[in-house]
């Protein structure tokens, strides 16, 4: 059970795109379709804004999207807003209904 | 409204034992898997136990096995922690989660603090 690698912290400034990546091994986001993401404020609780590696939940912006290539898998925000400053955690199914996540990425809006 | 409210958490000396809550709502709890996931302030989050709509199945994390136990009431539309042998580094604040194909809904979380 060990932790997805996500990068500490990235900048982007405002109208830029950005790309987190998450990386894990074959036995988590290399077997499983199941990678998600989350978006989380200081002091709140994280939301979910990518399942199954690529789809967002309703009422999530089109400008977060998530892929994945392997054991890695990335999330692209596009047409950076300051409101996205937050920070972001990357989670993988990991068999037998367990699950693993990345150590979370700040992410600065410039 | 969907939302799942935690409850429980505190202050409590190493080796001590806590018992935490998650009462949802505005869902068929009976129908979903449930988790809970904790963070440590600053850190990432963690994955910590796993319980079936029925109960049948549970699992947990390497770090909390044979130290926690996670149950449901599912008349009660209620989750639960029971956390046993509490180590310092038990310490963060602890979330229950829906379990769909992702976690998609959260509750606000309730902290728990291990401390002599």
């Known amino acids: 059970q060990s932790a997805l690698t996500q990068p500490a912290s990235v900048s982007g400034s405002p109208g830029q795109s950005i790309t987190i990546s998450c990386t894990g091994t074959s036995s988590d986001v290399g077997s499983y379709n199941l990678v998600s993401w989350y978006q989380q404020y200081p002091g709140k609780a994280p939301k979910l804004i990518i399942y199954e590696g690529t789809k967002r939940p309703s009422g999530v912006s089109n400008r977060f999207s998530g892929s994945k290539s392997g054991n890695a898998a990335s999330l692209t925000i596009s047409g950076l807003q300051a409101e996205d400053e937050a920070d972001y955690h990357c989670c993988s199914y990991a068999g037998s209904s367990t699950w693993v996540f990345g150590g979370g990425t700040k992410l600065t809006v410039l | 409204e969907v939302q799942m409210v935690e409850s429980g958490g505190g202050l409590v000396q190493p080796g001590g034992s806590l018992r935490l809550s998650c009462a949802a709502s505005?869902?068929?709890?009976?129908?979903?898997?449930m988790s809970w996931v904790r963070q440590v302030p600053g850190k990432g989050l963690e994955w910590v136990s796993y319980?079936?709509?029925?109960?049948?199945?549970?699992y947990y994390a390497d770090s909390v096995k044979g130290r926690f136990t996670v149950s449901r009431d599912n008349a009660n539309n209620s989750l639960f922690l029971q956390m046993n042998s509490l180590r310092v580094d038990d310490t963060a604040a602890y979330y229950c989660?829906?379990?769909?194909?992702?976690?998609?809904?959260w509750g606000q979380g309730t902290v728990v603090t291990v401390s002599s």
């Open positions: 989660a829906r379990v769909w194909v992702a976690f998609d809904i």
């Open positions: 505005g869902f068929i709890f009976s129908s979903y898997g």
């Open positions: 319980i079936s709509s029925n109960s049948r199945n549970i």
